[in-house]
């Protein structure tokens, strides 16, 4: 009888031991899965016919460093040690965001979910920028900037889109189990900056359903233009920097455009582009996660209102701010120096709390409703 026991014990050890080993391969390969691919063949030598891309890497217009030399150091002594109240102090305000038929075909309205992830409705049509529905922003699932604010809206209760919209291939804003999840429930095209969708045929999108767009090139889908116009960032999901491109985006349908930065520095680009597709009735612009340390890849909140302004903008929304601390500076920072940038420079801002909807033609103005949520 004790020998029986014996050997139940082990045998339960031993599928404990088999089932944590499988576990732990499992992991192991979502982890790699998750860096992507690199681009091959036919879409790697169109990267290499790319103005954009010189000897091994995409290179922006104008010089940016990603960390300026000796500015490592001050970075970390920043995240690390300077007193700052980087998460609220109370549970953010989600919005449920209403349900029911798209806009109508002459109205713009966007629903900001957090992050940089944007439901816009624009003439009828449905568009989704950056989506991550992830819990961190990380191809390791305990590790890395865990989500603030939970997402107002499950992935799966999402109405129907006709397009997604990646800027570029940071864990922030190309999300695998996302990018999974929306291609297996829906049969959304993809418009994605170039190199992008080597990612993107890695983890399952079939290729039919991938636009892959370089700088000043466009593409028609739905009645919607979009085009793919210049940014001042960088890319990579590994240690290799810069294999595939970043980009802003204009979306523009016979009456209404917008323009979406992704993550960007300031640049006279700007200027450029909205002179060649503007005026914008609405702007989404990223506010957060900047610091003296990295000045050249990411815009402050006034130099996100100097964009709106080149950019030639109606109404500006704020995006990549409360959802993930990824700088160190407060989490109401952005936001307050960006309102009070737009009130000095006579700029229309709307603030939604995330999943709350904003007419772009009747827009709620900025009530500081981040204020009570910041306060100790």
């Known amino acids: 009888m004790e020998g029986n026991r014996v050997r139940f014990v082990r045998g339960v050890l031993a599928t404990a031991a088999m089932l944590a080993a499988a576990a732990g391969a499992r992991a192991a390969w979502d982890i790699r899965t998750s860096l992507g691919a690199a681009p091959a063949g036919a879409r790697a030598a169109r990267v290499r016919r790319s103005p954009r891309y010189a000897g091994a890497a995409f290179r922006n217009p104008m010089p940016a460093a990603i960390v300026p030399r000796g500015a490592g150091g001050r970075a970390v002594r920043e995240m690390l040690f300077r007193r700052r109240r980087r998460r609220p102090a109370v549970p953010v305000p989600v919005v449920t965001p209403q349900s029911g038929p798209v806009a109508p075909s002459g109205g713009l309205q966007a629903t900001w979910l957090g992050h940089s992830t ?20 990380t191809p390791v ?31 922030d804003h190309l999300d695998m189990p996302t990018i999974r999840t929306l291609t297996r429930t829906r049969a959304v095209p993809f418009v994605v900056p170039l190199g992008v969708g080597a990612h993107l045929e890695r983890w399952g999108v079939p290729a039919s359903r991938i636009v892959e767009l370089d700088w000043d090139e466009h593409a028609m889908l739905g009645g919607l233009r979009f085009t793919a116009t210049a940014a001042r960032h960088f890319s990579g999901r590994s240690l290799r920097r810069n294999p595939t491109l970043w980009s ?33 009735d609405l702007t989404l612009i990223q506010i957060g996660a900047y610091s003296p340390a990295w000045p050249d890849i990411h815009m402050t909140p006034e130099e996100a209102v100097a964009a709106h302004l080149d950019l030639r903008g109606g109404v500006l929304i704020p995006v990549h701010w409360g959802t993930f601390s990824l700088s160190g500076h407060s989490w109401s920072e952005p936001v307050d120096r960006l309102w009070r940038e737009a009130k000095a420079k006579d700029v229309r801002l709307a603030v939604p709390r ?4 904003v007419d772009v033609d009747d827009p709620s103005p900025a009530d500081g409703w981040w204020q009570a949520v910041a306060a100790p």
């Open 141 to 171: 699932p305990l590790l890395g900037p865990r989500r603030i604010h939970p997402m107002p809206v499950p992935i799966e209760r999402l109405p129907h889109l006709d397009a997604v919209v990646i800027s570029h291939d940071h864990y």
């Open 248 to 280: 802003s985006w204009v979306v523009a349908g016979h009456r209404r455009r917008l323009y979406y930065s992704g993550d960007t520095g300031y640049f006279d680009g700007y200027a450029v582009i909205g002179a060649a597709h503007g005026p914008f």
């Open 118 to 137: 944007t439901l816009v409705e624009i003439e009828g049509r449905r568009v989704l920028f950056d989506p991550v529905w992830s819990d961190r922003c």
């Open 354 to 357: 995330p999943g709350e909807r």
